[in-house]
């Protein structure tokens, strides 16, 4: 099922972008974000797998139209497929971004 952001939540902080030989380690195999921290996986070229591990694990191809929504605290990971570029955007109801200066667990 394709998830979506929620209408009340705001993007606060970004990553720079990674490619498939500097994605951090811990992209790589499963985390989280915090409670109440959504994020968006935006590809900006080539093709990267996302593994939705639980409740229902599901696996979803992300391309430059299709970005990967990841809901807060659900554990997940990525998987590049060849020559990719990428970076996550966090979002959180206002309240919540502008108390959270750090990055989310695990992101």
């Known amino acids: 099922m394709l998830k ?17 030989a500097t994605i951090p380690k811990g992209l790589l195999n499963e985390h989280t974000t915090k409670p109440g921290v959504w994020a ?3 590809v900006t070229q080539g093709l990267l797998e996302y593994h939705i591990l639980k409740p229902e694990p599901e696996r979803r191809l992300l391309t430059p139209d299709r970005p990967g929504i990841v809901e ?10 060849g020559r990719v570029r990428f970076y996550v955007e966090f979002h959180a109801h206002a309240a919540l971004a502008d108390d959270t ?3 989310p667990a695990g992101d």
Not at 4 to 20: M, N, W
Not at 72 to 81: D, G, K, N, S, Y
Request: glycine share 4%; aromatic share 6%.
């Open 72 to 81: 807060p605290a659900v554990p997940h990971e990525v998987a590049p497929l």
């Open 101 to 103: 200066g750090d990055a």
């Open 4 to 20: 979506s952001l929620p209408a009340d939540v705001r993007a606060y902080r970004r990553t720079p972008e990674f490619t498939e």
């Open 40 to 42: 968006v996986i935006h």
